[in-house]
């Protein structure tokens, strides 16, 4: 059930985090911020705030639309169970795909699918309008949409308009937070050193594992629920869970300040 309590927004904020940092989001985020910082240096860290806020107002509109359609269409009671399903499948997928790609690959780049449905001219394009458009597309494919139209339906059937614009702006949030780190520690590493590429893959290394950590547990979370197992996690847990995952990404940026400095200082001493 999807309500406005404690428990129900740090799950959407967590959700959000997650869905921040899938894989599609980090790799195309990454290569706009590769493109922006010899082109735009300023604004290139600020691309992952420009597509998350696409990307939340797409799914926005699929919530908000489907909350008041909801009013006058009734969806099947089997379409919830299908949704779940293929996002524990999704989830599962994107977890295996990106742990078989961090123990294989030497030069780890996050496994996604999104990213080859959009244009050539778009996926090359700097412009911010750009980066919002691609934003808005990711947030109108068909897992992402499904999904908002559920968290539509359920919200509106236990807490009205408020209940929906209360999740959506928890989970986007979530993932602007997630996604405003990634492109601000990818702009730093590649403006503040001459080897940006590998701090830039040390940073990759980390954040496949923390996608692979929250796949993984959220899919686990999610078939729980869906087998019926009652879960009692309070409001203190709820919040700790959505603390330490805005906690995990503000200390991959910190991290990443760290050792963009310390390389700085090292390459100046030569």
């Known amino acids: 059930m999807i309500d406005t309590t404690l428990p129900a927004l740090s799950l959407m904020f967590v959700l959000g985090v997650r869905h921040g ?8 985020i990454d290569n706009i911020v590769f493109r922006m910082v010899e082109i ?7 691309a992952g705030t420009l597509f998350a806020f696409g990307h939340g107002l797409a ?5 908000l639309g489907v909350s008041v359609l909801s009013v006058w269409i ?7 169970g299908v949704i779940d399903a293929m996002v524990i499948a999704l989830l599962t997928l994107v977890g295996t795909l990106n742990v078989v ?3 294989r690959r030497r030069e780890y780049v996050p496994v996604g699918w999104r990213s080859r449905l959009l244009p050539a001219p778009l ?3 700097t412009h911010p309008a750009a980066v919002m458009l691609i934003g808005v597309i990711f947030g109108l494919v068909f897992d992402t949409a499904t999904q908002a139209a559920a968290w539509g339906a359920a919200a509106t059937t236990h807490g ?3 209940a929906t614009a209360s999740i959506t702006l928890a989970f986007t949030f979530g993932m602007l937070l997630a996604d405003t780190c990634d492109s601000q520690i990818v702009s730093q590493l590649l403006r503040t050193t001459r080897d940006g590429g590998a701090g830039v893959q040390r940073y990759r290394q980390i954040v496949g594992w923390l996608i692979v950590t929250l796949s993984y547990g959220m899919a686990l979370f999610a078939l729980l629920e869906a087998l019926g197992v009652q879960i009692e996690i309070g409001d203190i847990g709820f919040t700790a869970v959505g603390l330490t995952a805005a906690l995990s990404v503000v ?5 990443a300040r760290w050792v963009s400095r310390r390389i700085s200082l090292s390459e100046n001493k030569k």
Do not use: E, F, Q, Y
């Not at 735009?40 to 600020?46: C, F, K, Q, V």
């Not at 200390?251 to 991290?255: D, R």
């Open 40 to 46: 735009r240096p300023r604004l290139s860290g600020w």
């Open 123 to 125: 996926r090359s394009s």
């Open 59 to 63: 799914v926005a509109a699929v919530v």
């Open 160 to 162: 009205g308009i408020l």
């Open 21 to 28: 940092l899938d894989p599609d989001h980090v790799a195309v």
């Open 74 to 80: 009734a969806l099947p009671s089997w379409i919830g």
């Open 101 to 103: 790609a961090l123990l």
């Open 251 to 255: 200390l991959m940026l910190i991290w």
